[in-house]
């Protein structure tokens, strides 16, 4: 198995950690985001993922893109140790949180939208980060809010789900641009729990190969 990312992608992150948690063994090629204009556009990755994004899996043959799916994907195939459990209405709940971090968070402070404000748009370095801030902070507060109802020692109860997994890159996210986790106790707490596990330590974008 081979994943295809780079060592600050978010996206990317999210994935490391499902595969180690699940104790899936993968060569990790990394994609480097801004080296030589982004490796993402050069032509031979390109017909791995038209998307010109990272991660990309490929599974014996078998290729998939966009974290989400990926995750989901192996869930199916790989059930040892399912991140996504239990009756319907709590599956939806775990999606639902994952996906207000994948949809609502992380499509407005990617890289590439972060780089479009800035060179195409002339936004200062300043109103980039506030950009950012505001758009983290809002999903956050609602997130903090949602996990009264749902929290043990992570999003859901006392075993790490595909919340947990998209939870913790976001915080990373968070703190590397300055935004502030005073408000937020909980999430402070349930990353801080997650940060403890071998497969965060692993899956730590400081701790890949390709780490700058």
């Known amino acids: ?37 982004g490796e993402q556009n050069h032509a031979d990755y390109l017909a791995l993922n038209p998307q010109k994004l990272v991660p990309t899996l490929v599974d014996d043959g078998f290729t998939i893109s966009q974290s989400m799916a990926i995750i989901e994907y192996l869930d199916e195939v790989y059930p040892q140790f399912l991140l996504i459990s239990g009756n319907a209405q709590q599956k939806a709940k775990i999606r639902a949180m994952a996906q207000s971090i994948a949809c609502d968070i992380h499509p407005l402070n990617n890289l590439r939208v972060l780089q479009y404000l800035k060179k195409s748009l002339n936004h200062s370095q300043a109103e980039v980060d506030e950009w950012y801030s505001n758009w983290i902070s809002l999903g956050f507060e609602a997130i903090e809010t949602q996990l009264f109802n749902t929290k043990g020692l992570y999003c859901f109860g006392n075993e790490i789900s595909l919340a947990d997994v998209f939870l913790v890159p976001q915080v990373y996210n968070a703190n590397r641009f300055n ?11 349930i990353n801080s729990n997650c940060l403890q ?11 890949q190969h390709d780490a700058k």
């Not at 990317?12 to 499902?18: E, H, P």
């Open 197 to 207: 596990l071998e497969a965060f330590k692993i899956s730590s974008p400081d701790n």
């Open 1 to 37: 198995m081979k994943l295809y990312g780079y060592w600050r992608s978010t996206a990317a992150y999210r994935v490391r950690i499902a595969l180690t948690a699940k104790e899936i063994g993968y060569e990790n090629i990394s994609v480097d985001l801004v080296k030589s204009g």
């Open 179 to 189: 935004v502030s986790m005073d408000n937020y106790p909980q999430i402070n707490e």
